[in-house]
């Protein structure tokens, strides 16, 4: 699902260049769960930026869902981005004048679905994320865990084939962070996905298929599978 080789970022800051990644390499395989964890300011938000076609890397190339990402015109991202990945950030980011079940449905009007058909649609997704009772609800009237899930329901509608979390619950309690996670876990199996999970929260990593630590630039085997 995603091949990257000899990945390199540079910015330029006021202090000389900022290199994150030094060749980096990384396969994630069709229906994996994979955690990436590293400390604060090693690159892991950068690097999902990266494979979903946000920002471009200095060097290298990457390979998401079968696209060259890096070759694609700002245009064809967008629209590769709105069919082939799905999004979950620490904060929700959800619309507050729009209803649950409006900002669920945006990225299928954004596709040029019909709203009734695009409304129907997200309507089956509040349901799989049990929110059916609050679609009418606005943001600001749902709890931080109901948010965070109407997030990864709008994340889902269109039927990506590759999720890319980003710390999704290091807003919330450990308790809600757990059902959050569930919620993740389950959809990532019965929808089939492929799915990168950034965390630094070391029970939630444990539970996905393999974790890899990005430090000093480069990713590597961390967890039960490292001290094998």
């Not at 082939?84 to 954004?110: D, K």
């Not at 509040?126 to 931080?144: A, N, T």
């Amino acid at each position: 699902m995603i091949e990257v080789r000899g990945l390199e970022k540079t910015y330029r800051t006021a202090r000389g260049a900022l290199t994150l990644f030094h060749g980096l390499d990384l396969e994630i395989f069709p229906g994996e769960l994979v955690a990436i964890v590293g400390q604060s300011g090693a690159g892991k938000s950068t690097l999902l930026h990266i494979l979903g076609a946000l920002d471009a890397p200095t060097a290298g190339t990457v390979h998401c869902a079968s696209t060259n990402v890096a070759s694609l015109s700002q245009r064809e991202a967008a629209v590769f981005r709105n069919r082939e990945i799905g999004y979950v950030w620490q904060f929700h980011y959800l619309l507050p004048e729009f209803s649950a079940l409006e900002n669920v449905a945006m990225p299928l009007l954004a596709r040029g679905l019909a709203r009734r058909e695009a409304l129907a649609v997200a309507a089956t997704w509040l349901k799989e994320v049990d929110l059916e009772d609050r679609s009418e609800h606005r943001p600001g009237e749902l709890s931080g865990g109901e948010q965070q899930r109407v997030a990864l329901a709008r994340a889902l509608v269109g039927g990506p084939r590759l999720l890319l979390a980003d710390e999704p619950t290091g807003d919330l309690d450990e308790m809600t962070a757990g059902k959050v996670f569930s919620l993740l876990e389950r959809l990532h199996t019965t929808h089939g996905l492929t799915s990168i999970v950034v965390t630094h929260n070391p029970d939630l990593a444990a539970r996905c298929t393999r974790t890899l630590r990005l430090e000093s630039g480069r990713l590597t085997v961390a967890g039960a599978a490292a001290r094998a």
